[in-house]
């Protein structure tokens, strides 16, 4: 039987909430929403069978594409193999390499990726990464990837591995055999670009090979033959350990502090090119530990410092400034606008050495 979800009874008592575990705020959130959309919302019911929850709505055609994902590095010359049985799966993850640029290619087992790939390699067109699906039958993808480890002639690919949740109590097995990196299910394009670009420059910096070319010139990594020190003072872990992950992959040694006091004391002691400097922080915030620097009676008070602040109005700005920072940044960080600006100070300290 067919019925439409109608509100609950204002004033519910006790009983009638205890017995249908909630007070159906939520259905009633659900029905205005569909309402909303110019829909309805409702069930198919039968004793004995079971429940249908459906619901219609209107939506209009979008006009536009979605906005491109940004990548630092350009993956038009990267090959990648795709691994899985899944027709519908392969194709859809050799779309999102494919809509990127990349050139992807896939297959359903291993028997025909070692065939793949050790053509590819034949060609002298090796492929640069293998993206295996974690369930192929068996242990399969964990013999793969101790196969593109350990065999000669396929390329020496790195393995990156697609999960679902429930096969995390894979991953320690996975990385024994080899695999560079793990990717979960359902993916995202955005993820499945940056992670392979992430997993080839780390393989590249490891073997002192060649990495990716970066798309801006302005944000190729940091030289290591050069190296170009940064001290981030940032009282939010999570804020903090993002910040340096990203500053490490563009090539930047990096020192950390979680407050303006400390931050202060790490400028006195030690020598840093330039001071990432989070606005609010305990003990001394942003502003106070940079007046701080500023004041210092040596050299270093002339050390580049860029403010980082969720608070992105131009008065938040001027007040930056006016303390003395050079730069600055909003938050949440962005990794493009991130790595422009230490290019910016990066090519600006480059130019004052060559000229003196």
Known sequence: MAKRFEPPIAGAGRAEVRRHGGTGLGLAISQRLVRYMQGEIGLDSRTGVGS?????????????QPPPVVLLYDLSE???????????????????????????????????????????????????????????????????????????????????????GQERTRIPRLKDAGAAAYLEKPLRQEALLRRLAVAIERHAERAD???????????????????YRVLLAEDNPVNRLLAKALLQRGGYE?????????????VVHGHYDVVLMDVHMPEMDGIEATRRIRELDSQ?????????????????????????????????????ELLRILARWRESDLTLRAAS
């Open 78 to 164: 990267v090959a990648v193999l795709v691994v899985d049985d899944n027709p519908m799966g392969r194709r859809l993850t050799e779309a999102q390499l494919l809509g990127a640029g990349v050139m992807a290619a896939g297959v359903a087992d291993m028997a025909a990726a070692v065939v793949e790939l050790r053509q590819a390699q034949q060609r002298g067109r090796p492929y640069r990464a293998v993206f295996i699906d974690c369930q192929l039958p068996g242990e399969e993808a964990e013999v793969l990837i101790a196969r593109l480890r350990q065999e000669p002639g396929l390329g020496d690919p790195l393995p990156l591995v697609m999960l679902s």
């Open 209 to 227: 090979g060649d990495g990716l070319a970066p798309r801006d010139p302005a944000l190729r990594p940091a030289s290591r033959h050069q190296p």
């Open 300 to 336: 270093r008070r002339e050390t580049p410092i860029v403010a980082m602040t969720a608070n992105a109005l131009e008065e938040d700005r001027q007040r930056c400034i006016a303390a003395g920072m050079n730069d600055y940044m909003a938050k949440p960080i962005d990794e493009a």
């Open 52 to 64: 249908t929850f459906w619901f219609t709505a209107v939506f209009g055609k979008q006009e536009t």
């Open 254 to 266: 990096v020192e950390t502090v979680d407050n303006g006091q400390q931050a202060v004391e790490a």
